[in-house]
């Protein structure tokens, strides 16, 4: 008895390697057929997020350009670079500095993984805004995708969050200035409460500021706290969003397609055959999905693949191309890092990270209208739209209904137009402030450069919205207006704006520091 | 059918490719081509030349290639500057090559790297590991490294200047006396003292490039290059500039920008200072008076001169009048000099010099009064006059005879300003009345009752006078207000 359990014990730890190796891969090997390739899939974890099949649409590089995986890649980037970054990191205004310098220059490779942390960061603000166009282009947000563009706003939402919260923490000038500039902007209800003078009874904004900073000015308190968000809050936040935004591609059908994207028909045994469409009401469980010795329920041509290993592949390069991009970009272009912040020696001109540019713009004409109002009716506007724009059509196709490329044309000249004239107005002739020193603050808040595009632009939609008598049209209108003037405002504000916010055509005409 | 994913695979290829080719970049340019590594090895192989006895051979074996630096968070320095000068402490290292070489004069024996550093002394970026960041001219870095020769302004964050051998500090010493010999304190403050034309100077070399105008100067853009350049040419660094040219020499430029630079009040532990640093702030509570003359000489020299002439200035717009011309000190009482020292002049470029303002103890301004005055003969007599002046008989000669220099009202242009309030307070009408009738000696200011050839009577003068007094009240309160704009220090920033 003892010596079969003592033989017994030795084949097992003979065996150990296999039975370790089986436990972990439970196919065991690399699948064959369709039915191991669609277990590969729903066996795992993270990769059971994924139908078994996709449609051959999903793998068409131009329908998506990868947007949305790059930019969460760019995202698991970050995750793993800020864990690291962590390590040495100090949240102190004393230590914070001193930690990024040696971060810099003693940590091995330290340099290069916080360029790789600030490269994807900035890949990713830049990826999302894409990925949201694209989808809004496709028409993607449509029956049954309202949900999934809101949660794609929000994820927007926390992106810029996360970035902006990372600005402070290595408490340069560009920080500590950025920082100052975005809690004036969190204060900037002020502007209005005072040139109605409630301020006294009601200061929603000195709250808000309060409430980012932990205090009246930027120091040991806000660096906590934007620490604790950046790490931790947003992250979370972040991660759990984005898991219910895949779960909702997977739930609302794939990324979205037309009805019949390619006529009802595919290419099986060298030729066109129709396709077995499957019926909406009728369950067909896993038989109907793959192919093997049971009675096949869909044998013939079909316009999907097998997910494992088309779709992975596709997945994977896309990874492995956004790596790669930030690894160039790092090892060529160092993340900027300024003096120790200094609150005697204010950077001039103190310039927020640059998706915030067009906001500072805006900004400098109305702190209220351009930093609260104007971004709070375009969240607003952009969460809408699934909701007012509910005619079916053209899902999954860039500029899908008839007649949207004309329209997007005209839009992009006429917002085009429209912004740089009005930039190159306010730049030459000024603004109200100008003309008439004394004028109520109030007026200036409800009519200023940034509050006339956003009206001129409103109304343009409303124009095509009559004149084509299409929602969608004017969607894309107004969208097309909103990306154009964000776009402009950013560029005018990174170059042509330089100390004391005046205009300059180049940087290198500023005064120099 | 054609393989969906065949393109993905050779995206996947080619980025995995780009991708592992950048990382073994990185970790071979972290490893291997790091400059202070090469530096290290550099210096092994000159170690192993020179290990001829057995002290040499000791430290080639102790030799390990690894970054070295000094801690030293009293200073709030970490300095890694001895990863690659490694020889600085080696006297055997006097004929290599940088960054080998040993530190040149005996300073490290009483100044030794594991209690002071480097950039206590030298500034720079201490924790960087290459020399361009070290240096720090063209990096986003406060403090860049000092020129070799400039150095000698840090020796002040411990030293007081006036103890140290001169010898030492041979710049440092010479700026020190040109500031007084170039009367600078006549329009900068230091240490309390001096005038309120210029910007305060107390803290210049805490200073970092972010302050100062950079927009004309030449390369490098770095703080001791600005205070270089700006001595040279100070319109042409800072445009508008109201300081007139120091004209000095390329090493007197030097010194001033090594005195200037040392100028920074640092927070320094006491148990770093020297004794004669701790004797020196306690003697700037309690100054010792100058005399009259050094007073004059550091003080006034730069707006007026010697005091014999007056002068047209072009930059103030104005003439400066001729403070120890004869006719001035023969007719100005004590009081009247008191009042214009102390109080300055509102509404022109003369400021006030009193304790609470320009800094001078009340025993300077006396000594300084007793300077003007010497040499000048004994006051004549002077005359009041008994006849009651009608001002508007008294507004018509003025506009005849006096508002061509002294401008309508009385407000000032060639001539000096006699309707600010100081003045109409401090001259009593025999000093005006002396005035006019005698002019004043080496100025524009004739003479307007010459005894061959009087222009005016005794009763066009008393009306000139009546006229004037009616200009106090009227100026009195513009002038105050526009003397707070003028006094105002240039910013420093843009």
């Not at chain 1, 290419?267 to 009401?281: C, D, I, K």
């Not at chain 1, 504000?493 to 055509?505: E, I």
């Not at chain 2, 020769?149 to 964050?157: D, G, I, L, N, S």
Request: one cysteine or more.
């Amino acid at each position: 008895m003892a010596e079969t359990a003592t033989r017994e014990f030795l084949h097992n730890l003979h065996e150990l390697p296999h039975t370790v190796k089986d436990a972990c891969f439970r196919l065991g090997k690399t699948p064959e057929s369709e039915r191991e390739e669609s277990q590969a899939t729903f066996h795992n974890l993270f990769l059971h997020i994924h139908s078994v099949r996709v449609h051959v649409r999903t793998l068409k590089p131009t329908l998506t350009f990868g947007l949305g995986l790059m930019a969460t890649a760019s995202f698991v980037i970050t995750i793993i670079t800020g864990v690291l970054l962590m390590v040495y990191y100090k949240p102190s205004t004393d230590l914070a500095y001193q930690s990024i310098k040696d971060i810099h220059f003693t940590v091995s490779t330290g340099r290069f993984i916080r360029n790789i942390h600030r490269w994807a960061a900035q890949l990713m603000v830049l990826t999302v805004l894409l990925h949201m166009a694209r989808v809004f282009f496709t028409a993607s947000y449509k029956k049954p995708r309202e949900f999934n563009w809101l949660a794609g706003l929000g994820l927007l939402v926390i992106t810029l969050a996360l970035s902006f919260t990372g600005y402070l923490l290595p408490w340069d000038q560009l920080a500590y200035w950025a920082i100052t500039i975005g809690s004036n902007i969190a204060n900037s209800p002020r502007e209005l409460t005072d040139a109605i003078g409630i301020t006294k009874f009601f200061d929603p904004g000195g709250f808000q500021k309060r409430l980012l900073l932990g205090a009246n000015y930027v120091g040991q308190d806000a660096l906590i706290r934007f620490y604790v968000l950046h790490v931790f809050i947003l992250p979370l936040a972040l991660v759990t969003l984005l898991g219910v935004h895949f779960w909702r591609i997977r739930k609302d059908g794939g990324l979205a397609k037309p009805e019949d994207p390619m006529g009802g028909l595919a290419e099986w045994g060298g030729e066109r055959r129709a396709v077995f469409q499957p019926l909406a009401t009728k369950t067909y469980g896993l038989m109907a999905l793959v192919k093997g010795k049971r009675p096949p329920v869909n044998r013939g041509p079909e316009n999907t693949v097998m997910s494992w290993p088309h779709l992975f592949w596709a997945e994977l390069s896309v990874f492995m191309v956004t790596v790669a991009v930030t690894l160039i970009l790092s090892f060529y272009y160092d993340a900027p890092l300024k003096e120790l912040a200094n609150p005697a020696i204010p950077e001039n001109p103190a310039k927020a990270p640059w998706y915030f540019l067009g906001i500072q713009e805006l900004v400098s004409y109305s702190a209220f209208t351009g930093g609260l109002l104007i971004p709070v009716i375009v969240v607003v506007g952009l969460a809408l739209i699934p909701f007012l724009d509910r005619r079916p059509g053209g899902e999954g196709t860039w500029f899908g209904t008839r007649s949207e490329r004309a329209v997007f044309w005209q839009s992009f000249f006429f917002a085009l137009a429209v912004t740089v004239g009005m930039l190159a107005f306010t730049v030459n002739y000024g603004w109200l402030r100008n003309w008439f020193p004394n004028i109520h603050q109030l007026w200036i808040i409800a009519i200023n450069p940034g509050s006339l595009l956003v009206l001129i632009f409103a109304v343009w939609s409303l124009f095509i919205l009559k004149r084509k008598d299409s929602v969608r049209l004017a969607a894309v209108s107004l969208f097309t207006c909103f990306l154009v003037g964000f776009t402009i405002l950013t560029y005018f504000a990174t170059v042509h704006r330089g100390p004391n916010w005046h205009f300059y055509w180049w940087p290198s005409q500023w005064p120099v520091h | 059918m054609k393989d969906p994913s065949r393109i993905y695979r050779c995206l996947l290829l080619v980025a995995s490719l780009v991708t592992v080719g950048y990382l073994v970049g990185a970790a071979v340019h972290e490893n291997y081509l790091a400059q202070w590594k090469v530096v290290q090895h550099q210096y092994q192989d000159i170690l192993r030349q020179k290990a001829t006895d057995d002290r040499g051979r000791e430290l080639l074996a102790k030799f390990r290639v690894e970054m070295k630096q000094a801690s030293i968070p009293a200073l709030g320095a970490v300095d890694r500057c001895v990863t690659c000068h490694n020889g600085i402490d080696d006297p055997r290292m006097t004929d290599v090559e940088q960054p080998h070489r040993t530190h040149p004069g005996h300073i490290l024996d009483k100044h030794p790297v594991d209690r002071f550093g480097c950039t206590v002394c030298h500034h720079g970026q201490g924790a960087a590991l290459t020399f361009r960041e070290a240096k720090a001219d063209d990096v986003f870095w406060d403090y860049p490294l000092l020129p070799p020769e400039m150095t000698e302004a840090t020796c002040v964050t411990c030293h007081d200047a006036e103890k140290l051998p001169p010898d030492q500090i041979p710049l440092l010493t010479a700026g020190m006396k040109l500031y007084q010999q170039k009367s600078c304190g006549s329009c900068h403050k230091l240490g309390g003292r001096g005038g309120a034309l210029g910007p305060a100077l107390d803290n210049e070399g805490a200073k970092t490039k972010h302050q100062l105008i950079m927009t004309s100067l030449r390369p490098p853009h770095t703080t001791w290059n600005w205070q270089l350049a700006h001595f040279r040419d100070p319109g042409g660094v800072v445009p508008d500039s109201q300081m007139r040219n120091p004209t000095v020499t390329q090493r007197e430029a030097l010194a001033l920008a090594v005195y200037m630079l040392s100028q920074w009040k640092r927070d320094i532990p006491e148990s770093y200072l020297a004794p004669d640093k701790i004797e020196q702030k306690y003697r700037a509570l309690h100054p010792t008076p100058l005399t009259g003359e050094q007073v004059y000489q550091q003080y006034c020299n730069a707006c007026h001169g010697n005091g014999s002439y007056s002068r047209w200035d072009k930059k103030f717009k104005r003439f400066v009048p001729a403070i120890r011309g004869v006719s001035l000190v023969s007719t100005a009482t004590r009081e009247y000099l008191q009042a214009n020292i102390e109080q300055g002049r509102p509404g022109t470029q003369m400021p006030a010099w009193g304790p609470h303002a320009g800094g001078l103890l009340p025993d300077e301004i006396t000594g300084v009064i007793e300077y003007l005055r010497a040499g000048a003969p004994t006051a004549p007599a002077m005359t009041a006059l008994t006849l009651r002046g009608d001002p508007s008989h008294g507004l018509s000669l003025f506009l005849r005879n006096c508002a061509g220099c002294h401008g309508m009202n009385g407000r000032g242009g060639l001539a000096p300003e006699i309707g600010n309030p100081v003045f109409q307070r401090a001259a009593t009408d025999e000093f005006i009345i002396g005035t006019i009738r005698n002019g004043r000696v080496g100025t524009a200011m004739p003479a307007f009752q010459r005894p061959e050839a009087p222009t005016l009577g005794d009763q066009d003068i008393a009306d000139v006078l009546a006229y004037l007094r009616t200009l106090g009240e009227q100026k009195g309160r513009n002038a105050i207000a526009q003397n707070v704009t003028l006094s105002a220090p240039p910013g420093g920033r843009p």
